[in-house]
């Protein structure tokens, strides 16, 4: 084990951007979806069972070289944002695999018109039938679907359109400076600051935050009012009913479903959220704790520290302990070059795991300062490397990111760590630190998140009136968050009206925030079925499950787990473990005074 932070190795695919074998990766990717043109427009229909193998293998040789190249050059990218070469080369490979891609539109549509009974003819081939996922994926989409002139030119004008627009707000984003007592910050380490256990460094922090986003306001609005526009024009020309429907049709969910889902964790908001803040204003000695005191370390707990190997070696224990499978899959990330730790200059802030490729090992990217929740943040996007790992056996064209299953392995590794954490707890005081911290992250998980849906949802409908101002943006934000957090959190204009500023997913991947709450609730859920005795062998059926979240429906996923998604009982289930954790907080404030 590597005793300094790492920093990913990407040479699995590229040595670096000026590797010959990506002109030649292009190259085959132009010349290919040319060549699969002129052999298969307009004849789809007539193909043999044989030949339209042969149709999906060149549609997954392209698609692999196409996540390949847009891979690397991503993620060669997020590590230097500031460096203008990263930065062009990044784009220029977007640009020509947009351009390149346009000749093979045609596919979908024609397919779309196709018979049923001729696909069903074609699914009795076993080769093809391995493909049934990917095929009723693309079926899915069918009424969706617009005439091919038509989806050349949203595919080529997705390049100055909507992505031009999150390419801005992500590198305005990654150049943003904070200052807090003459020190400069970037936004990665700002938001470290806001978790320090001085009250003052804490607002400080939080001020700062909100003042160099209100100074950036007017861009970031205007960004977001083109992001909200350009979904506007393509939902409105696809059919799509409301703003999230585009969205649940791509985790393959009902509108129905998230909506109730939406309006369960809303009629929680006060047995949770508010009775959690609380107690919360009690420990810090407040009447009301400020918009930043939210996730502020308790005054009495210990301020602990992490080096990365311990982070590593809490993790991998819990993980071996729930699965030595689990562990397994888990350690190559970390005796492999696979994950970039250090928070540094140029760098984009937050974390994430990224799979490029459905048939190769992903990448994790971390901001590590060795905070608790560093600790957890490594567990979590680990249940994301490790849940890749299990679906590498389904292929390239049948893996399909589900926000909604995606989120379920990673929030699943907080819980095992977490759980591990608490076990190991020394005494009644730190377990209690334990339990508020994790009280604190399941309230940002599905409680905030749900908040930001219907910040959101608020938003994109106004936005059909026209655009939608900077200060209108700062209003709905303020009532969404004081609604959520309730009467013992102080929300406000001077401190936090900006901060959906600093909320990515309303950019690059609008509707993707209800995945985090359904996540959630699901995870709480299995965990009280793992608890429960009831599930013979768990830990081996839930690996089981993980490797199908993208091939089945969630119905048949968890009835092997007892558990009904389509039941609101599902959702309250979920819920009623945090309500239960806040229930063991006030009898530890009781015993512990």
Known sequence: MKTEMPAWDLSDFYQNIDDKQIQKDLDFYKNSASEFAQKYKGKLKELSAKEFLEVIKSIEKRSQTASKLGGFAYLNMVTQMKNQKAVAF???IEEKLTEYAKPTVFFSIEFNQLDRKKIDEWLKDENINFYRHWIKRLRRFKDYELSEPVEEVLLEK?????????????????????????????????????LDKNSDIRAKAGAETNRVLKENGHLITYIYNMVMKDKAIEDEKRGFKTPVSARNLSEDVTDEAVDVLAQTVKK??????????????????LKKISYWDRN????????????????????LDAYKEFSPKLYDIAKDFFENNWIDVPPRDGKRSGAFCSGPLATMHPYLMLNFVGKQNDVLTLAHELGHGCHHQLRIKNGELNE?????????????GEMVVFQSMLKNARNDKEKLCLIASKVSDMINTAIRQIAFHFFELRAHNERKKGEVSEERLCQIWLEEMRESLGDFVDVSEKDCDHIWEMIGHFFFLPFYVYAYSFADCFVNSLYQVSQSGKVDSFADKYLDMLSKTALEDYDKILAPFGLNPNSADFWEYGLNLISSYIDILEELDKKIN
């Open 400 to 412: 399909h990111s589900r926000m909604t299953s995606e989120e379920v392995a990673s929030v699943f």
């Open 268 to 285: 929680h908001y006060k047995d949770i959220a508010h009775r959690f803040y609380k107690l919360k204003a009690k420990w810090l000695g």
């Open 158 to 194: 997705s390049l100055t359109s909507g992505e031009a627009w999150v390419r801005l707000y992500e590198e305005t984003s990654s150049r943003l400076v904070y200052e807090v007592d003459g020190k400069k910050y970037n936004d990665a380490e700002i938001s470290k600051l806001t």
């Open 296 to 315: 502020a370390p308790l005054p009495f707990s210990e301020d602990i520290t992490y080096t990365w190997d311990e982070a590593v070696k809490i993790v």
């Open 90 to 92: 990044y784009q220029s």
